[in-house]
């Protein structure tokens, strides 16, 4: 006699869930690309009476610029003789400023890490993003205080100030966004 073979049904197999639009590479290279893009715009603007002088982009902050005097201006040079309106380093090359370097190269790096393999782009880009708005406000924190010791306090009517445009904002939010965008990227591919 031939027994009857009983057949357990097996229980239905189901993927794996995908990790979605966080677990691929796109968000966080994309930020990162986009902080490293704004690295070229104008990041501090340098204003004597409301009217803007010269503005100073990312990339001349890490790299180097060279800060126009009075003169060098044509809107103001027949207006007074510049003695009052002229920084301490007026007519100089200013150095590279060592926080925005940092954070542009921590930024590059940030991007190549997030272009390689999953556990080194989620947790490279996760820190690189992070050092990388540390390094943007350690340039707040040394710009405010660059501009305490080089303004003159001189005539009230020649009021010069140097402040930070929204394109650094900008930047610092984006490269927080990156690291964010890492961070999920890193937990998407953990589950």
């Known amino acids: 006699?031939?027994?009857?073979?009983?057949?357990?049904?097996?229980?239905?197999?189901?993927?794996?869930?995908?990790?979605?639009?966080?677990?691929?590479?796109?968000?966080?290279?994309?930020?990162?690309?986009?902080?490293?893009?704004?690295?070229?715009?104008?990041?501090?603007?340098?204003?004597?009476?409301?009217?803007?002088?010269?503005?100073?982009?990312?990339i001349q902050l890490a790299t180097g610029f060279k800060v126009k005097s009075a003169a060098d201006n044509s809107l103001l040079?027949?207006?007074?003789?510049?003695?009052?309106m002229k920084m301490e380093n007026s007519g100089n090359k200013e150095g590279a400023n060592i926080y925005a370097a940092l954070a542009l190269v921590f930024g590059v790096l940030g991007f190549i890490l997030s272009m390689i393999s999953?556990?080194?782009?989620?947790?490279?880009?996760?820190?690189?993003?992070?050092?990388?708005?540390?390094a943007l406000i350690g340039l707040m924190v040394d710009v405010g205080n660059q501009v305490k010791l080089k303004v003159p306090k001189g005539d009230p009517s020649m009021d010069i100030s140097i402040g930070l445009t929204s394109w650094f904002y900008i930047a610092l939010i984006v490269f927080l966004a990156a690291a964010f965008f890492s961070y999920k990227r890193l937990k998407a591919n953990q589950s």
């Not at 040079?77 to 009052?84: A, D, I, L």
């Not at 947790?123 to 990388?132: A, N, R, W, Y």
């Open 1 to 58: 006699m031939t027994e009857p073979q009983v057949t357990t049904p097996q229980p239905p197999v189901t993927p794996a869930p995908s990790a979605g639009m966080f677990g691929s590479k796109v968000p966080s290279s994309v930020t990162f690309a986009v902080g490293i893009l704004l690295f070229f715009l104008p990041f501090i603007e340098i204003k004597c009476s409301s009217m803007t002088i010269q503005s100073v982009s990312g």
């Open 77 to 84: 040079s027949g207006t007074e003789s510049g003695n009052e």
């Open 118 to 134: 999953l556990k080194a782009g989620g947790i490279g880009g996760l820190i690189m993003g992070l050092l990388s708005s540390v």
